[in-house]
């Protein structure tokens, strides 16, 4: 059975790869599982540069599949921001409840229908002969006026999915791994992964 490397800390992130990419003939395994502990600093210019620095690097350490993601919160009335930053928005000391309460702060102001925002997600799957698939997920938004629901990570509790009429941290976790950014990716990801397999 081939083994897949998801290149991630976030353990959020990991659950929701690897309930997406179950069913497929393959283990998924976690950096911690193949004891990585090399800090990869993401400072691409975009998510793709990220992603690729995060997988050609775990890929050289370990010789197996990897699957990196980089994704972002993109929202129009903030030019775009955070994006790229997004995990590192408002500085790096912040959690995601106060970088959720900032992007409110930064909104207050704006009206509803000018809250439109987006989840951006770049996986790039890098294997051990160099091969190397990138793959991109959107799913469209608005931002709330407040926090709603206890579910998923992130900025989940201000990001609202008109498909359910509900923010995404209200959403049980088979209905986000139906409509999110990284579920569209990895839609694509499974694919490639499938071939290979």
Do not use: W
């Not at 197996?64 to 790229?84: T, Y």
């Not at 997920?137 to 009429?165: H, K, Q, S």
């Amino acid at each position: 059975m081939l083994e897949i490397v998801v290149a991630t800390h976030n353990e959020g992130k990991l659950r929701e790869v690897s309930a997406i990419l179950k069913g497929l003939d393959a283990r998924v395994l976690s950096l911690k599982d193949i004891a990585f502990e090399e800090e990869i600093i993401e400072d691409g210019a975009d998510y793709l540069e990220n992603a690729q620095k995060k997988s050609s690097a775990v890929a050289r350490a370990c010789g197996k599949i990897v699957l990196a993601d980089d994704s972002g919160l993109e929202i129009d009335a903030l030019e775009g921001k955070p994006g790229v930053h997004s995990a590192r928005f408002g500085g790096g000391e912040l959690d995601s409840q106060a970088k959720n309460h900032l992007v409110l702060d930064l909104l207050k102001n704006v009206p509803s229908e000018k809250r439109t925002a987006r989840f951006r997600c770049i996986i790039s799957i890098q294997l051990p002969n160099g091969e190397e698939f990138n793959c991109e997920g959107v799913c469209e938004g608005f931002i709330t006026d407040c926090l709603r629901g206890v579910g998923g990570f992130g900025y989940d509790p201000i990001f609202f999915a008109p498909e359910y009429g509900k923010a995404m941290a209200e959403l049980k976790p088979e209905e986000k791994n139906r409509i999110s950014h990284r579920a569209k990716a990895l839609d694509q990801a499974r694919n490639f992964l499938e071939e290979i397999l």
